[in-house]
T-cell receptor, first 114, second 113 residues
C-alpha cells in the first residue's frame, strides 16, 4: 500500500459527457502526476502539479485539465469524452526534492466511455 | 521524442531466473526505473538505477545498465509464482527539477510451476 487513494474505482460514461476523477496524495507529498494507461499499454503522462501549479504536461488536449488543492489532493477533469478516453487513470504522488523523484502510485480509476 | 521498448511476454518456470530487457532512446535519462503492476492494481516501484551506475542489486533483483547501448535489464533470481505480473521499464530525464518517467509497454511475466 502506497497511501495514495483514488476515487471512484470504476466509472462508466457516454461520449460527450464530462468526468472528474479524484486523488488523495500520500502524506507529506506535494507533487501529484496523472497518467492514462490504455489496455495493453504503459502509462502515458498527462500532467503534473506542484504546489497547486501545473508543472509539466504531456501530449494531451486541453479538454484534459486538473487541479491541486492546498492539502495536495488533486482532480483530473476530462470534458467532451471520447471512446478513446476509455482507460485506467493513475495518480502518483511524490515528495519533490527527494532524489530520485520517486512516484507512489494509487490503484487507479477504470473509466469506460460508451 | 523519447521511446522505451520492451518485449511483451516472458514465460519461466518457478525457481528459474527471469531476465526482462528494455531499450531506451533518450541519452539524457538520469534515472531508470523498474515498476511492477499486478492485475487490477497500480504500479509498484521495484527498483531504480542512476545513469552513472552499471549495476544495482537489491535482494533477488539485479539491474544492469549499458549506457552506451541504452540497454537496461532486470534479473529476478529464484522466480516465484507471486512474481507473475507486468513489469514496466521507465526512463526519466531531469526536467524542471522533477523526473517525469516515460514508460515502455510492459513485459508480462508468467511463472509456471
Amino acid at each position: 500500500e502506497t497511501g495514495v487513494t483514488q476515487s471512484p474505482t470504476h466509472l462508466i460514461k457516454t461520449r460527450g459527457q464530462q468526468v472528474t476523477l479524484r486523488c488523495s496524495s500520500q502524506s507529506g507529498h506535494n507533487t501529484v502526476s496523472w497518467y492514462q494507461q490504455a489496455l495493453g499499454q504503459g502509462p502515458q503522462f498527462i500532467f503534473q502539479y506542484y504546489r497547486e501549479e501545473e508543472n509539466g504536461r504531456g501530449n494531451f488536449p486541453p479538454r484534459f485539465s486538473g487541479l491541486q488543492f492546498p492539502n495536495y489532493s488533486s482532480e483530473l477533469n476530462v470534458n467532451a469524452l471520447e471512446l478513446d478516453d476509455s482507460a485506467l487513470y493513475l495518480c502518483a504522488s511524490s515528495p519533490r526534492g527527494e532524489n530520485p523523484d520517486t512516484q507512489y502510485f494509487g490503484p487507479g480509476t477504470r473509466l469506460t466511455v460508451l | 521524442g523519447e521511446d522505451v521498448e520492451q518485449s511483451l511476454f516472458l514465460s519461466v518456470r518457478e525457481g528459474d531466473s527471469s531476465v526482462i530487457n528494455c531499450t531506451y532512446t533518450d541519452s539524457s535519462s538520469t534515472y531508470l526505473y523498474w515498476y511492477k503492476q499486478e492485475p487490477g492494481a497500480g504500479l509498484q516501484l521495484l527498483t531504480y538505477i542512476f545513469s552513472n551506475m552499471d549495476m544495482k542489486q537489491d535482494q533477488r533483483l539485479t539491474v544492469l545498465l549499458n549506457k552506451k547501448d541504452k540497454h537496461l535489464s532486470l534479473r529476478i533470481a529464484d522466480t516465484q509464482t507471486g512474481d507473475s505480473a507486468i513489469y514496466f521499464c521507465a526512463d526519466a530525464p531531469a526536467s524542471g527539477g522533477s523526473y517525469i518517467p516515460t514508460f515502455g509497454r510492459g513485459t508480462s511475466l508468467i511463472v509456471h510451476p
